[in-house]
Each structure stands twice: as C-alpha cells, then as structure tokens.
C-alpha cells in the first residue's frame, strides 16, 4: 500500500507510440522506451493539467560486433556512435564510462526527448498526447539529450527549465510558452553541471528566483561538529529575466549530517507560494549499491527571503512504491526510485507528478494538510 489514497502510475513506456518520435526514420537499429518518467507539471488555461515527460528511447540491442552504441544527434539527424566493449564499463544500466581516463567520461545507454502530456484537471486520465509539441535536440549543446523539464508559471508566461547533454557542457536550457504548451527554445542559462533548476513560481522582490544544483566531484567538509554533510546541495540564484542567473549569497537546503538518507539532495519541484511560504518538494538520496534510494521530502522557505528554510519535515513524502510498478515488473531496471518533479494546486490537496523507478509518471493526490 502506499500512504496516500490516490496514488497511481498514469503513464508509462507502452502508453508511448515511438512511430512519432523525433528518432522516428532516422536510424537503421530499433528502439524501445527505456522509460517514460519524471514528469514536470503545470495547469493550462482549460483547466486540464499538462506532464511534459522525459522518454528515454534507447536501442533494443546496443551491443554488436564488438560494439557498445550510443545515440547522437548530429545536424538534424540522428545516429550512432560505436564504442569498444573493452574500453567501457557497463555496469550501470544507464549509462557506461569510458575507462582510461583521469577524470570519468560517460555516454548513455539512451537519448531523451520531452513529450507534453494532456492530462484530467484531477491528473488521473489522458486526455491527449501532443507528439507535435515535443522537444527535441536542436543544438549540438544537447546531442545527447534533453532530459527532466521542470515548468514554472509566472505571471502570464510559462518557463521550463530542462538539462541538455553534450560532450560540450551539461547546460541549463530555458523554454518559454505564452499557453503552457508550445514552448520556444530562449537559451543556454547555466553553463556548467546543474541537475535541478527550479525556477519559483512568482517574483520576490521583483527579480525572479531559483533553485539550482552545480555537481562536482570534489565537496569540501564542514567543521566535525557541524549539523551538516559536505556534498551536493540546493542553492539560489535569482535574475532580472530569468534568462541572466546569478548565484544567491546565502545557501538554501543542505543535507544533514544526521542521517545519510539525505546525504546527497536536489530540487524536485519549482517553489509554489503558500500561506506559511514558499513551498518546495525535494529528493535525497540514500547510498545503496550504484543508483541509491530516491525519497522526495519537502521544506518551507520564508516568503520573502527563501535561503531561509522556515520548516523542513525529516520524515519522507514519498518513497518508491513497488505495488505500483509490479505490472511493469519485466520492464523494471532501477528500483527504489521516486524523482519528484511537478506540483499543481486542485484546492485542498496538491496533484503531484513523480518518476516512479525511472519507468513511469506517477500521480499522487496529496492533502494541504500534510504541509501544516
């Protein structure tokens, strides 16, 4: 069972129809949908919901001749890239590491696109599928893919933020829609490895804010006795028009040294004001085996200064449900994953959007009085 009484997957890899992917007559190799999963969401003008999903298409069989093979999008087509199973490290199913090097160099094991999904207002049916506003490669910045849009609204216009893969840059890139649903490419907007950008839903102080989460390799500890754990963390950054970003003074969420169920953190959904604040839903990942285990946990930050967190609820909101993904067992190839990445207001609850084991979209209708 899970903690919530609605809680269910809505989408997933059969409900993806690959004859009209952006991939679609461009390669001499089949495909199939990897996975369906971490769904941004927002609420149209209609008043239906729209998921814009990232589908992880990947090759049925990678591997031949001697060869691992990625896709790659190249001057408007796409193709394949062969590398020599003795030069990659194939352990992790998402992906293999080039061996040999002094720092790790990776290539996925697939390429992904974002397809906007139509949804009830209550998020629970399909009301269409929009295979002609899918985002796709348009740039060599992001030949590997476009992967886990996030959607602000702000104001009158609606901004996704998404993370686009090259040998180039890991960028931040930024769309923007005047209807929630045909999004324009803007720019790149962070030049550097940044995972989860989450742009707040409204302006404070009249700039607009942001969540963001720059990796590395290298983390600096704090003092023995801090209360918090070096590693990868949730800062700020704010802009005069959310296409020029700089980074926030004061940090925002840090993982705690209390537990190592947090021990590495990023944004899940974008900032939604509240009448305690600013409320925003994260992920923190506990160490196990190579993926670890995903949770989504939530903080409230001060409406008017949000690097500073007002409260922080230790317990998860939603952890990994294997009673929902047991139809999809044979297609399962992470476990222990939930990935948070949208939230829409539906009066006294919050319909929110999830990855479920980096597979499938799941909707989960949580009370506002779980926040309280």
């Not at 031949?64 to 194939?90: K, M, N, Q, S």
Request: with cysteine.
């Amino acid at each position: 069972m899970t903690r919530f009484a609605t809680d269910r997957l809505i989408f997933g890899p059969d409900d993806v129809d690959l004859s009209r992917s952006p991939l679609a007559g461009h390669l001499d190799a089949e495909t199939y949908v990897l996975g369906a999963f971490n769904p941004a969401l927002t609420r149209l003008p209609n008043g239906n919901l729209a998921m814009f999903v990232r589908i992880a298409e990947a090759l049925k069989r990678p591997i031949f001749e001697g060869h691992i093979h990625a896709i790659r999008w190249a001057d408007g087509r796409y193709v394949l890239d062969a590398w020599p199973l003795e030069l990659v490290d194939t352990a992790d199913p998402r992906k293999f590491l080039i061996r040999g090097g002094r720092w790790r160099v990776m290539a996925l094991t697939s390429l992904s696109w974002i397809l906007p999904v139509e949804l009830s207002p209550d998020g629970l049916h399909i009301v269409a599928v929009h295979y002609d506003r899918a985002i796709a490669p348009e740039g060599s910045f992001q030949c590997y893919g476009v992967e886990d849009a996030r959607v602000s609204k702000v104001g009158d216009r609606w901004l996704m933020t998404t993370c686009s893969v090259s040998p180039e840059r890991h960028s931040t890139t930024l769309y923007s829609s005047a209807n929630g649903l045909d999004f324009a490419f803007e720019d790149i907007i962070l030049d550097h490895q940044n995972k989860d950008m989450l742009i707040f839903e409204g302006l404070i102080g009249g700039k607009y804010w942001a969540q963001t989460r720059p990796l590395g390799d290298l983390y600096f500890a704090y003092p023995p006795a801090s209360e918090w754990r070096g590693g990868p963390s949730i800062n700020l950054a704010t802009s005069p028009d959310a296409l020029h970003w700089k980074p926030h003074r004061e940090p925002g969420i840090r993982p705690h040294a209390a537990t190592v169920a947090t021990a590495r953190i990023g944004g899940g959904t974008p900032p939604i004001l509240t009448p305690q604040g600013w409320l925003t839903l994260w992920h923190g990942v506990e160490p196990k085996e190579i993926v670890g285990i995903y949770r989504t946990y939530w903080s409230m930050l001060d409406r008017d200064d949000p690097a500073k967190v007002v409260r922080t609820e230790d317990a998860p909101l939603l952890e990994a449900a294997p009673v929902l993904t047991a139809p999809l067992e044979d297609k399962m190839y992470v476990r222990d994953v939930v990935f948070t990445a949208g939230i829409a207001d539906a009066g006294d609850h919050y319909v929110v959007a999830s990855g479920e084991a980096d597979l499938a979209c799941r909707i989960t209708h949580v009370p506002k009085t779980a926040f309280a």
